[in-house]
């Protein structure tokens, strides 16, 4: 089994900046693909931005320029730099992980979820 722990979400003002953290445990071989989704009231998940083992990223166009997904390979950790925060990033964000695991096979896994709550 792998587990995915979120940290670092919150309220902060409009303007300002949070970064998000994800550790990946468990029986983990290699990490691949990581990435953030968010999902606000009312609406379906999305993605925001995902990164490869090899650094590759991609961002969705709402959080280009503001929001930086970064990972630490020896750490199993995914990290999201969310500057310049809008009332519309309030949403709940959620890290994601493609594994493979001991089997060879590749699973893909969600964290719990850490809500962000941008004031206006």
């Known amino acids: 089994q792998v587990q995915l722990v979120e940290s670092g979400g919150g309220l902060v003002q409009a303007g300002r900046s949070l970064r998000l953290s994800c550790a990946a445990s468990g029986s983990i071989l290699k990490l691949n693909r990581m990435g953030w989704f968010r999902q606000a009231p009312g609406k379906q998940r999305e993605l925001i931005a995902d990164i490869t083992n090899g650094g590759s990223t991609n961002y969705a166009d709402s959080v280009k320029g503001r929001f930086t997904i970064s990972r630490d390979n020896p750490k199993n950790t995914v990290y999201l730099q969310m500057n310049s925060l809008k009332p519309e990033d309030t949403a709940v964000y959620y890290c994601?992980?493609?594994?493979?695991?001991?089997?060879?096979?590749?699973?893909?896994?969600w964290g719990q979820g850490t809500q962000v709550t941008v004031s206006s």
């Open positions: 994601n992980a493609r594994v493979i695991g001991f089997a060879l096979a590749e699973y893909e896994y």
